[in-house]
């Protein structure tokens, strides 16, 4: 599909990740599907008489990655570009539970500066639906 461009955001519609918000990545086997990275747990809410520490455990980002056929993707108007995030996320990162959870770590980095820098606060909230 032409509009499924990687970089783009997409809302998981079925599944464990059901309404959980992910970018698309890389497409690399013949049939209708996108690598995806995104949010499985959202940060959460934040107030200004909390302390650096309770800060600190509250903008934590839990990342997942996964193969999602175009079917269950609804993409959005919106674009997250990371450049980094597609050589984190390949094929080749699903092949081995250790080369998944290393992709995985360097997705939670990613989101979690793009959060702190204060960038994407679309993309880091929950859908309310």
Known sequence: MKFMKSGKVAVILNGRYAGKKAVIGTKERGYGHAIVAGVE???LKITKNMG???VAKRSKVKPFIKVVNYNHLMPTRYGLELETLKSAV????FKEPSQREEAKKAIKKLFEE???SGKNKWFFSKLRF
Do not use: F, Q
């Open 90 to 93: 390949t094929l080749d990162s």
């Open 41 to 43: 747990r959202y940060p």
């Open 52 to 54: 650096k520490k309770r």
């Open 114 to 116: 793009r959060y702190n």
